[in-house]
C-alpha cells in the first residue's frame, strides 16, 4: 500500500540524490578538462556508471526501490538545481586550470 503522508520525504530525498548525482558530474568534467579523448570517454561511462548506482541507492531508499514518476522528476530537479547553481564555479576553476 502506498503511503501518501510519506511522498514528500521520499520526493526530498530523491531531489537530494539528485543534487549528488549532479555535483559527481560537474567533477568528472573538471577532471577530464583538457585531457585525452580515451579519458573523456572514461569518465563519462564512470558517471553512467555511478549515476545509476547513486539512483537506484536513493530509489532503494525512499521505498525499496518503487520506481515512480514523481521521484524521478524530484531526481532530475535536483540534478538540474546542483548544475546550475554549481556549474558557474566549476566553469570558472575549469578555466584557471586550462590556463596553466
Known amino acids: 500500500m ?3 503522508f510519506a511522498q ?7 531531489f537530494h540524490g539528485g543534487a549528488v548525482s549532479g555535483l559527481v558530474y560537474l567533477l568528472l ?8 579523448r580515451f579519458f573523456t570517454h572514461l569518465a563519462d561511462a564512470a558517471f553512467v556508471l555511478l549515476y ?3 539512483l537506484s541507492g536513493y530509489l ?12 524521478l ?3 532530475g530537479l535536483g540534478f538540474a538545481a546542483a548544475y546550475g547553481l554549481f556549474s558557474p564555479l566549476f566553469s570558472r ?3 584557471k586550470i586550462r590556463k596553466k
Open 73 to 75: 522528476i524530484a531526481f
Open 93 to 95: 576553476i575549469s578555466q
Open 52 to 54: 545509476g548506482a547513486i
Open 29 to 36: 568534467r573538471l577532471l577530464r578538462t583538457g585531457s585525452k
Open 60 to 71: 532503494y531508499l525512499a521505498n525499496y526501490g518503487t520506481v515512480r514518476g514523481f521521484l
Open 2 to 4: 502506498i503511503d501518501v
Open 8 to 14: 514528500p520525504y521520499e520526493a526530498l530525498l530523491l
